[in-house]
């Protein structure tokens, strides 16, 4: 319960109720668009959307990492990479990208490109890295600094799941990142295999 009355503006209409979640109202289905987001993030967000419009249902998540995610990008030297999840992709990599071809297509005939190029002199490099929904479970080494530093775009609930798990994984091993690298168990014995 959740009492009011310390809102003027609300008193006199008693308590209520809120989800016991809130996690899971607020990463829900639905995309949060910035309303005076730089070009790079304006770009990423609607590549997000064309995602979801091509893919429907098989995209289970979207999300932004790398140099941007982080806040140290300079373009045009950067680029933006974005992780795509998709339910039942067992193809190969060239195949799964061949699957976002038609969103990418569309991206370039859109505002949210020409201001990046109107911005930085040079059209924007993406770099998508396509998993299925196992490869995603499986904890592979590209999630390890999105535990860090991730915007996540669109998500049904799976990858914020599997970066909490893995989050928590990696605070059992005592893993830490020394520069540009993760020491994933600083006690780890010779032929001792550490699983994320």
Same mark, same amino acid.
């Given at each position: 319960?959740?009492?009011?009355?310390? /809102?003027?503006?609300?008193?006199?209409? @008693?308590?209520? $109720? *809120?989800?016991?979640?809130?996690?899971?109202?607020?990463?829900?289905? /639905?995309? =949060?668009?910035?309303?005076?987001?730089?070009?790079?993030?304006?770009?990423?967000? +609607?590549?997000?959307?064309?995602?979801?419009?091509?893919?429907?249902?098989? *995209?289970?998540?979207?999300?932004?990492? @790398? $140099?941007?995610?982080?806040?140290?990008?300079?373009?045009?030297?950067? #680029?933006?990479?974005?992780?795509? =999840?998709?339910?039942?992709?067992?193809?190969?990599?060239?195949?799964?990208?061949?699957?976002?071809?038609?969103?990418?297509?569309?991206?370039?005939?859109?505002?949210?490109?020409?201001?990046?190029?109107?911005? /930085?002199?040079?059209?924007?490099?993406?770099?998508?890295?396509?998993?299925?929904?196992?490869?995603?479970?499986?904890?592979?080494? =590209?999630? *390890? #600094?999105?535990?860090?530093?991730?915007?996540?775009? /669109? %998500?049904?609930?799976?990858?914020?799941?599997?970066?909490?798990?893995?989050?928590?994984?990696?605070?059992?091993? @005592?893993?830490? +990142? =020394? @520069?540009?690298?993760? &020491?994933?168990?600083? %006690? &780890?014995?010779?032929?001792?295999? &550490?699983?994320?």
């Amino acid at each position: 319960m959740v009492n009011f009355s310390a /809102y003027p503006a609300l008193q006199g209409r @008693g308590t209520t $109720s *809120l989800p016991a979640n809130l996690s899971q109202l607020f990463r829900s289905k /639905y995309t =949060v668009v910035g309303v005076s987001s730089p070009p790079e993030w304006r770009l990423a967000e +609607k590549y997000a959307s064309l995602l979801r419009e091509k893919l429907g249902d098989s *995209l289970l998540a979207v999300a932004v990492f @790398g $140099s941007l995610a982080r806040g140290d990008a300079k373009f045009p030297e950067s #680029d933006i990479d974005i992780l795509v =999840v998709l339910h039942g992709v067992s193809c190969t990599i060239s195949e799964r990208l061949k699957l976002l071809d038609g969103a990418r297509e569309k991206l370039r005939g859109l505002e949210e490109y020409s201001a990046f190029i109107s911005k /930085y002199g040079w059209a924007p490099v993406l770099q998508e890295h396509v998993l299925s929904e196992e490869e995603l479970k499986a904890h592979p080494p =590209v999630l *390890l #600094d999105m535990t860090q530093h991730v915007r996540i775009l /669109y %998500d049904n609930g799976i990858l914020h799941d599997e970066l909490e798990k893995l989050k928590r994984r990696l605070k059992e091993l @005592g893993a830490k +990142k =020394v @520069g540009g690298f993760w &020491v994933l168990k600083p %006690d &780890v014995k010779a032929g001792e295999a &550490v699983e994320l």
